[in-house]
């Protein structure tokens, strides 16, 4: 008797713990945005911006992730003008001058990372997997369904959808 209800105890603990972790996939999947990220407490989400312009983070309940953002460079683009005329005497081309024109750019491209994500540590932490990063581990904080924050080594990430 005392086997069975050890046996059955553990089976409702199974249950709940599935149930809580098909509650927190559901919730974690969807297109997130950084609201705030932080590194060591201090506020670092204007720098996050401006590195990672438009960022997004796309968690599927099929274990897939993808990260997209912009970069934003400043090219150099230099222009060679020449200015020439012919010599009515030689008839040949004579070059008068070349003017150099330089502009600066702003030009941005994206970027994208994709990988798998797996809940880990009873469901303490997401685990990221891709090509780019290699195996990260983040700790979940705090969720429901519009809102995640995740801690990756001193980096707070606010996310909302």
Not at 51 to 75: K, R
Not at 107 to 127: A, H, M, P, R
Request: aromatic share 14%.
């Amino acid at each position: 008797m005392k086997k069975a209800i050890f046996l059955f105890s553990i089976l409702i603990t199974l249950l709940i713990a599935g149930c809580n972790q098909k509650d927190l996939i559901h919730d974690i999947d969807g297109t997130w945005h950084v609201q705030k990220y932080a590194v060591n407490g201090a506020d670092m989400t204007s720098k996050f911006d401006s590195a990672y312009a438009g960022f997004t983070w796309q968690f599927s309940g099929s274990a897939n992730f993808y990260q997209q953002w912009n970069i934003i460079g400043i090219y150099t683009l230099y222009s060679l003008d020449t200015v020439a005329s012919i010599n009515p005497v030689t008839q040949t081309l004579v070059i008068d001058s070349v003017i150099t024109t330089i502009a600066r750019v702003p030009t941005d491209f994206g970027k994208s990372v994709q990988g798998n994500w797996y809940l880990t540590n009873g469901n303490q932490f997401i685990e990221t997997i891709d090509p780019v990063y290699g195996t990260r581990l983040y700790q979940i904080l705090d969720h429901s369904k519009n809102s995640l924050h995740l801690l990756y080594n001193n980096q707070d990430y606010y996310l909302s959808k």
